[in-house]
């Protein structure tokens, strides 16, 4: 059974620092094309961040240079460096795993404010 888990999430005052990690259990995680994707209330789920499985990156222009996603082949886990956090990062952010079949985790909440 595949099983993706996000963890990390939590409240953060603008400016501030949180490390996301998405572990995955039943599949060879380095092989697949893994995203960070968030969805805030009343919007659409978009994605932040994404590693190949040649650790090329990309980044939405909203996070670009502030945000830094990368891999743990000790811990098997994608990570999500977020910093210079600002109010609109709040929503509740997925962890994506890509082959010939996608993977979801339950997501981990991120609210950012003062």
């Known amino acids: 059974q595949v099983q993706l888990v996000e963890s990390g999430g939590g409240f953060v005052q603008p400016g501030g620092s949180l490390r996301l990690s998405c572990a995955a259990s039943?599949?060879?995680?380095?092989?697949?094309?893994t995203g960070w994707y968030r969805q805030a209330p009343g919007k659409q789920r978009e994605l932040v961040a994404i590693i190949t499985s040649g650790d090329i990156t990309n980044y939405a222009d909203s996070v670009a240079g502030r945000f830094t996603i990368s891999r743990d082949y000790a811990k098997n886990t994608v990570d999500l460096q977020m910093n210079s956090l600002k109010p609109e990062d709040t929503a509740v952010y997925y962890c994506?795993?890509?082959?010939?079949?996608?993977?979801w985790g339950q997501g981990t909440q991120v609210t950012v404010s003062s």
């Open positions: 039943g599949i060879i995680f380095k092989l697949y094309a």
């Open positions: 994506n795993a890509h082959l010939r079949t996608t993977y």
